[in-house]
């Protein structure tokens, strides 16, 4: 727990993060804007999806697939696309072996660590936005707001996990970077299939990011369990992911 700690502690205090806290900072910036004067097509397929003409609806798709989906996928790379092999590339991997720790633990470590930074911004982003989206953004709720967070910020921690889990199987980082950030986009492409074509919906949940964003499907009549169910799946496929990459960090070459 100490490691976890210090490596979490240590992380804060590198470029990249801070590069992804001004990345979401322009996020929250720039959806006002965005909302000023949204392409038709673009309303009328929120409308047609959503059942309403709500403005709140269409910020919730908005924030959700451009400002976070979007934004998650880059910020998940930046955090966990180097771990382990960025240590071994260093040459400073033998010397954090010859710790009373295994390779496997060193991953969980780094893995859940990189993971927590990214929940802290994703979090800490919807905490400082919520008073400004309520003076700024036409009809904005909180309760809605945050539920949704509650639940996506989980597809973040499976979007971080997973970049963590392809950096020990694949072992270069340049390769498993731009193979993390296709499979994501491809995956964050496919969230919303289920209202593109409703023919789609059950299939469209096998995908985490379609489950992230249950509670923006169910704004109108939104329950507990629109929240908790998607919560639970995505945290068993968080933990899965996390134990394949336990499992491929084995066989990481000291």
Known sequence: MRLFWLDYVATWRERKVWVAAGLFLYAVLAMPPLLARPPPHIASAVE???????????????????????????????????????ERDLQILPVLMA???????????????ASAVMATLYVGAHVLAA??????????RAAPFFASMALHVWAAIFATALCATLAVTIQKRAASSLGSLLLLMTLIGASFAGFYNPAWRNAALFNPFALAIEAVGHLRDLQVSHVVAPMVALVLMSAVMLALGGAAARRVEV
């Not at 609806?57 to 996928?73: E, P, S």
């Not at 710790?99 to 660590?113: G, H, Q, T």
């Open 48 to 86: 047609t999806w959503f059942g309403t003409a709500d403005p709140f609806a269409m910020f919730m798709y908005v924030w959700t697939d451009l400002a976070l989906n979007k934004l998650i996928a880059i910020v998940a790379v930046v955090l966990a696309g180097g771990v382990i092999t960025r």
């Open 99 to 113: 710790k009373p720790v295994n390779i496997s633990r060193y991953f969980f470590i780094k893995a859940l660590s």
């Open 131 to 140: 008073p400004y989206f309520s003076f700024a953004v036409r009809g904005f």
